[in-house]
């Protein structure tokens, strides 16, 4: 749902999106979501190009600007910008997080506690105390009708280990775990459709270390969370009760190919992290499933190095109200994951992004590889940010201070959603959000990965979004959409990417400058690299415009080499004096480690 008053292409653009799938199959195919792409389809070869720059000044309050020339030679920029647009000031940038969760692995103060295959772990966590290690052996099956949960302890100092007795020779710290390895951990099996792992109010310095997470497939077809760290409602309703420094290490959590679960691991927690694991099978027909999501826990949060497979939503966080007053999930950082799915859930679970973010702030998403994806539950952006408040009882829930960069995007029909708000609930608008260096391979041509044909898209008027050195590869209806509301303080600089038939463009408006004096008259937009034509249609100055992907001048672009070659006609020629689009092996290095092969 949109505010009242909402455009009626916007308001069915959200049907489009949250329509069950019964429902989606009675909407109007994509193109007529936002109508006015057809009737500018038809009235753009009867507008004379003076109407284009006539609207385009009178919405800016400047002079009109005049058409390039011969002389300024292809791809030349449009040499009379837009005073407003080139004077603008650029978005305030994002805070970065607060605090940051440490992995450092604890130095034992304590006992060692063995269990032996078929001992009680629950009776080993009741008689631990901070310090202690609990032993489980590699290889065996504990199976526990109840959670094992995770108590408060007052005694004793530093952490409580509960871990696999494989060596960390042989299972090495700061490498991924995988299926491979399953000889190599203790697995934990729930038998009755409880959580595997839970955390009792309170509860503090508990680290998790190469075991396996499961459910028993023959007993629990069905199942709401697989490790549950933290709660929601009267059983976590206060600061006191939140349980925090949990370390989730080297562990493999999953369910099964036909089980219907909602979330492998819940994150409403203080002070957590996941790192080097293995989270898959997380999926549901019916309802919204991720790998991790939290809505109840105000961080720090630490993703790191995990392969993370879910079917709705692989991550998210908001998407219900917290009960904890004030809290919103804070200080985040999702760095060097595979956020995925398998490209055979296609028609089989409910699927709509890779990564949404309803209320967070301080986030910083760095390193990963984000791909499958495709139109079903949503209409396939690959990653959604937004402020939400899902019920009416979190007014303070927002998505803020959010950088996405340094990553890549690759078989998904679309990139990144920003919208200010999600529904007429009183929230805290999406605000300062700045994507950059991120290499987008978007495929809504393949039928697997079909879906919306926009790359990118900023609705409903968020304030002080910076999107920077992005290099876009597609062949889209329309490469940036800004629509439903007034953006403040927008900036599209520096990128590399293919207009398509609308380019920028909004509803009711013709696309370009017009459309930015409309939806974002304040925006800076400027050192482009902009693949296609304009036509007849103005574009603010700076900018420049290769007819084809061939001529922006690539290292290799057969081979995907993105990085702008040395002859390239627009090396330098971003406006920080460095190439256009994203720094490529920056990218590359940062995203070295995220796809591990099997």
């Given at each position: 749902?949109?505010?009242?008053?909402?455009?009626?292409?916007?308001?069915?653009?959200?049907?489009?999106?949250?329509?069950?799938?019964?429902?989606?199959?009675?909407?109007?195919?994509?193109?007529?979501?936002?109508?006015?792409?057809?009737?500018?389809?038809?009235?753009?070869?009867?507008?004379?190009?003076?109407?284009?720059?006539?609207?385009?000044?009178?919405?800016?309050?400047?002079d009109?600007?005049?058409?390039?020339?011969?002389?300024?030679?292809?791809?030349?920029?449009?040499p009379?910008?837009?005073?407003?647009?080139?004077?603008?000031?650029?978005?305030?940038?994002?805070?970065?997080?607060?605090?940051?969760?440490?992995?450092?692995?604890?130095?034992?103060?304590?006992?060692?506690?063995?269990?032996?295959?078929?001992?009680?772990?629950?009776?080993?966590?009741?008689?631990?105390?901070?310090?202690?290690?609990?032993?489980?052996?590699?290889?065996?099956?504990?199976?526990?009708?109840?959670?094992?949960?995770?108590r408060?302890?007052?005694?004793?100092?530093?952490?409580?280990?509960?871990?696999?007795s494989?060596?960390?020779?042989?299972?090495?710290?700061?490498?991924r775990?995988?299926?491979?390895?399953?000889?190599?951990?203790?697995?934990?099996?729930?038998?009755?459709?409880?959580?595997?792992?839970?955390?009792s109010?309170?509860?503090?310095?508990?680290?998790?270390?190469?075991?396996?997470?499961?459910?028993?497939?023959?007993?629990?077809?069905?199942?709401?969370?697989m490790?549950a760290?933290?709660?929601?409602?009267?059983?976590?309703?206060?600061?006191?009760?939140?349980?925090?420094?949990?370390?989730?290490?080297?562990?493999?959590?999953?369910?099964?190919?036909?089980?219907?679960?909602?979330?492998?691991?819940?994150?409403?927690?203080?002070?957590?992290?996941?790192?080097?694991?293995?989270?898959?099978?997380?999926?549901?027909?019916?309802?919204?499933?991720?790998?991790?999501?939290?809505?109840?826990?105000?961080?720090?949060?630490?993703?790191?190095?995990?392969?993370?497979?879910?079917?709705?939503?692989?991550?998210?966080?908001?998407?219900?109200?917290?009960?904890?007053?004030?809290?919103?999930?804070?200080?985040?950082?999702?760095?060097?994951?595979h956020?995925?799915?398998p490209?055979?859930?296609?028609?089989?679970?409910?699927?709509?992004?890779?990564?949404?973010?309803?209320?967070?702030?301080?986030?910083?998403?760095?390193?990963?590889?984000?791909?499958?994806?495709?139109?079903?539950?949503?209409?396939?952006?690959?990653?959604?940010l937004?402020?939400?408040?899902?019920?009416?009882?979190?007014?303070?829930?927002?998505t803020?201070?959010?950088?996405?960069?340094?990553?890549?995007?690759?078989?998904?029909?679309?990139?990144?959603?920003?919208?200010?708000?999600?529904?007429?609930?009183?929230?805290?608008?999406?605000?300062?959000?700045?994507?950059?260096?991120?290499?987008?391979?978007?495929?809504?041509?393949?039928?697997?990965?079909?879906?919306?044909?926009?790359?990118?898209?900023?609705?409903?008027?968020?304030?002080?979004?910076?999107?920077?050195?992005?290099?876009?590869?597609?062949?889209?209806?329309?490469?940036?959409?800004?629509?439903?509301?007034?953006?403040?303080?927008?900036?599209?600089?520096?990128?590399?990417?293919?207009?398509?038939?609308?380019?920028?463009?909004?509803?009711?408006?013709?696309?370009?400058?017009?459309?930015?004096?409309?939806?974002?008259?304040?925006?800076?937009?400027?050192?482009?690299?902009?693949?296609?034509?304009?036509?007849?249609?103005?574009?603010?100055?700076?900018?420049?415009?290769?007819?084809?992907?061939?001529?922006?001048?690539?290292?290799?672009?057969?081979?995907?080499?993105?990085?702008?070659?040395?002859?390239?006609p627009?090396r330098?020629?971003?406006?920080?004096?460095?190439?256009?689009?994203?720094?490529?092996?920056?990218?590359?290095?940062?995203?070295?480690?995220?796809?591990?092969?099997?």
């Amino acid at each position: 749902p949109l505010p009242p008053g909402a455009p009626a292409s916007a308001r069915r653009a959200a049907a489009a999106r949250d329509a069950p799938p019964a429902a989606r199959a009675r909407l109007p195919p994509k193109t007529a979501m936002f109508p006015s792409d057809r009737a500018r389809a038809r009235v753009r070869p009867l507008v004379a190009r003076a109407l284009s720059l006539l609207l385009a000044a009178a919405a800016t309050g400047c002079d009109a600007p005049t058409l390039p020339t011969a002389a300024d030679g292809p791809g030349a920029p449009s040499p009379t910008p837009s005073a407003q647009l080139a004077a603008a000031a650029l978005p305030t940038a994002p805070a970065p997080p607060r605090a940051i969760v440490g992995t450092a692995y604890p130095t034992q103060t304590g006992r060692t506690l063995r269990v032996p295959a078929g001992g009680s772990i629950q009776a080993a966590v009741d008689s631990a105390r901070l310090g202690d290690v609990i032993v489980l052996q590699a290889g065996a099956t504990y199976p526990s009708r109840s959670e094992i949960m995770l108590r408060r302890k007052s005694t004793g100092t530093g952490w409580i280990v509960i871990r696999t007795s494989t060596p960390d020779s042989l299972l090495p710290a700061g490498v991924r775990v995988q299926p491979k390895h399953a000889s190599r951990l203790a697995r934990i099996v729930n038998t009755y459709g409880n959580p595997v792992i839970r955390t009792s109010k309170g509860a503090h310095h508990y680290r998790l270390v190469g075991l396996e997470l499961t459910i028993d497939s023959a007993r629990v077809p069905e199942i709401g969370t697989m490790v549950a760290l933290g709660g929601a409602g009267a059983d976590q309703d206060t600061t006191s009760e939140i349980p925090s420094h949990i370390v989730l290490d080297r562990v493999w959590v999953h369910a099964w190919a036909t089980t219907q679960l909602r979330r492998c691991i819940s994150l409403n927690s203080a002070w957590t992290a996941i790192i080097d694991s293995y989270v898959s099978e997380c999926h549901n027909s019916g309802y919204d499933s991720q790998a991790i999501g939290g809505f109840n826990g105000p961080g720090p949060f630490r993703i790191s190095n995990n392969y993370l497979e879910g079917a709705a939503e692989v991550v998210m966080f908001g998407g219900a109200d917290a009960d904890v007053d004030g809290v919103v999930p804070s200080d985040i950082e999702i760095r060097g994951n595979h956020v995925t799915r398998p490209v055979s859930w296609k028609g089989k679970w409910l699927v709509k992004n890779l990564l949404e973010l309803k209320s967070a702030q301080r986030v910083v998403i760095e390193g990963n590889v984000f791909e499958n994806n495709w139109r079903h539950g949503q209409v396939g952006f690959a990653m959604l940010l937004k402020s939400t408040n899902q019920s009416g009882g979190c007014p303070q829930c927002g998505t803020r201070d959010v950088v996405v960069r340094n990553n890549r995007f690759r078989r998904t029909p679309a990139g990144i959603s920003v919208s200010a708000r999600d529904g007429s609930n009183t929230v805290v608008p999406a605000a300062r959000i700045r994507i950059a260096h991120n290499v987008f391979e978007l495929d809504d041509a393949d039928p697997t990965f079909a879906g919306t044909d926009r790359s990118l898209q900023v609705v409903n008027g968020p304030s002080d979004v910076h999107i920077t050195h992005n290099t876009i590869i597609d062949v889209p209806g329309t490469m940036l959409l800004l629509d439903a509301g007034t953006a403040t303080r927008f900036a599209f600089t520096d990128n590399v990417g293919v207009l398509g038939t609308y380019g920028i463009d909004g509803s009711n408006v013709l696309g370009g400058s017009a459309t930015l004096a409309r939806y974002a008259p304040e925006a800076t937009v400027r050192g482009n690299v902009l693949v296609g034509s304009i036509g007849s249609l103005a574009y603010p100055a700076g900018n420049f415009f290769p007819a084809t992907l061939d001529a922006v001048g690539f290292v290799d672009l057969a081979r995907r080499g993105f990085a702008l070659a040395s002859t390239s006609p627009y090396r330098l020629r971003a406006t920080d004096g460095t190439d256009p689009g994203a720094a490529v092996a920056q990218v590359d290095a940062a995203v070295r480690t995220a796809v591990v092969a099997p």
